[in-house]
């Protein structure tokens, strides 16, 4: 069994190496493990009260809460995409698969449970929300990993915690963690492009179709022909993908 101190050094050493020198706000979200239980979430300034937020993780899961904490610092208490901070590591929910020997290789791998990890890739340099996001995306569907465990706001399971999913509530731990860092440029061009879906007889790159109907002018919107621009006259990325 660890020790209340091993459990904290392990959280507090995983999020020192996905987060960096970055501050921001660190979110726990937590349940009982009954179906109809209601979700809540709290949020800790990072770095300063990172120590404060795995001793509240540990006790919610001391207490028989299912506990999880968001992959990325936001920029404002609340959970949602439009208050992600940059993103200093990418992550995926293996949910069983294993990172093959021709990807790149995870600086961080948790084990949520037995079988099923968790994995990071720690970045040299931070990229913006909807590019980590974009690369999340690509590292889930080359791994065959879980396909909703990629977007922003994502939630995975602290170190230290336990999984109370299952009736021997498994401990989860950090099995690996590497000093290294991958640049996210290198990732861009060994990570395989998403796959090709078929929609009214034509096939598309996986994002050019979008995930709801739209009209004439929103797709040249989605599609880049006709983005949305900055006062600078600059492409806005974040208010043409809105």
């Not at 770095?47 to 509240?56: F, G, H, I, L, S």
């Amino acid at each position: 069994m660890q020790s209340a101190s091993r459990t904290l050094y392990q959280a507090q050493d995983l999020w020192h190496h996905i987060f960096g020198e970055e501050r921001g706000i660190l979110a726990l979200g937590y349940t009982q493990p009954a179906e109809d239980a209601k979700f809540e979430h709290e949020y800790f300034d990072y770095p300063d009260r990172a120590e404060q937020a795995a001793k509240r993780a540990h006790e919610l899961s001391e207490a028989g809460y299912n506990v999880w904490h968001c992959a990325h610092l936001l920029t404002a208490k609340r959970r949602v995409k439009k208050n992600a901070a940059v993103i200093t590591a990418l992550y995926v929910d293996g949910d069983g698969a294993q990172v093959p020997p021709n990807l790149p290789q995870p600086t961080a791998v948790v084990k949520s449970s037995p079988g099923r990890e968790q994995f990071y890739w720690r970045l040299s340099m931070p990229v913006p929300p909807e590019i980590g996001e974009g690369l999340n995306r690509r590292l889930a569907y080359a791994l065959g990993a879980d396909k909703s465990g990629w977007d922003l706001t994502q939630l995975l399971r602290p170190p230290g915690t336990k999984n109370r999913k299952y009736p021997d509530t498994p401990a989860v731990e950090v099995e690996e963690l590497e000093e290294n860092a991958h640049d996210a440029g290198d990732l861009d061009r060994l990570l395989p492009q998403l796959p090709k879906v078929s929609r009214n007889g034509h096939t598309h790159d996986f994002l050019v179709v979008p995930p709801v109907a739209l009209g004439p002018e929103a797709l040249k919107v989605w599609r880049g022909e006709k983005p949305k621009a900055k006062d600078t006259g600059e492409v806005d990325r974040s208010a043409s993908l809105m």
